[in-house]
């Protein structure tokens, strides 16, 4: 046993570490954190604060609210199937009407909502300027996006 301290000890010499101080604590600082163990648990056993109440729809039948456009005037164009976020381009897959160069498009969605202009749009790798009903076009966006999100004109 006194071998393996003079070794431990020609060790803490060579590396050069320092013997460690054991702290002892308080009767104080065991009486604190008794009183925070204490404020803690009392915090986490209290009831909770109910949560505020949602205003019923009537035409729905229920409290959930529905994600509704910024303007009543859109139509919905398409949605949002893929999103690339290092490149920030997502896939949209026509539903109605058509897309165009330079239109404003609205997206919607749980976390999203903006309205940008189309700049770049592609089909197969290649660039376009008008898209019609039923094709997936590839759409340059502003902002992050959510698959599922929904594309408005």
Do not use: N
């Given at each position: 046993?006194?071998?393996?301290?003079?070794?431990?000890?020609?060790?803490?010499?060579?590396?050069w570490?320092?013997?460690?101080?054991?702290?002892?604590?308080?009767a104080?600082q065991?009486?604190?954190?008794?009183a925070?163990?204490?404020?803690?648990?009392?915090?986490?056993?209290?009831p909770?604060?109910?949560?505020?109440k949602?205003k019923?729809?009537?035409a729905k039948?229920?409290a959930?609210s529905?994600?509704?456009?910024?303007?009543?005037?859109?139509?919905?164009?398409?949605?949002?199937?893929?999103y690339?976020?290092r490149?920030?381009?997502?896939?949209?897959?026509?539903t109605?009407?058509?897309?165009l160069i330079?239109?404003k498009?609205?997206?919607?969605?749980a976390?999203?909502?903006f309205?940008?202009?189309?700049?770049?749009?592609?089909?197969?790798s290649?660039?376009?300027?008008?898209?019609?009903k039923?094709?997936?076009?590839?759409?340059k966006?502003d902002?992050?996006?959510?698959?599922g999100d929904?594309?408005?004109?």
């Open positions: 046993m006194t071998m393996i301290r003079k070794i431990v000890d020609v060790l803490k010499e060579v590396f570490i320092k013997p460690s101080r054991k702290r002892h604590k308080s104080r065991k009486k604190d954190r008794k925070v163990v204490k404020k803690i648990t009392k915090m986490l056993k209290a909770k604060r109910p949560a505020a949602q019923a729809c009537p039948g229920g959930k529905v994600a509704k456009p910024i303007d009543p005037s859109l139509a919905e164009v398409g949605v949002i199937t893929h690339f976020d490149i920030k381009v997502c896939v949209v897959k026509l109605q009407g058509s897309v330079g239109d498009l609205t997206i919607l969605g976390k999203t909502k309205v940008q202009k189309v700049w770049s749009m592609q089909i197969e290649a660039d376009v300027k008008v898209a019609k039923g094709q997936l076009i590839g759409l966006v902002k992050i996006v959510a698959v929904k594309v408005y004109k």
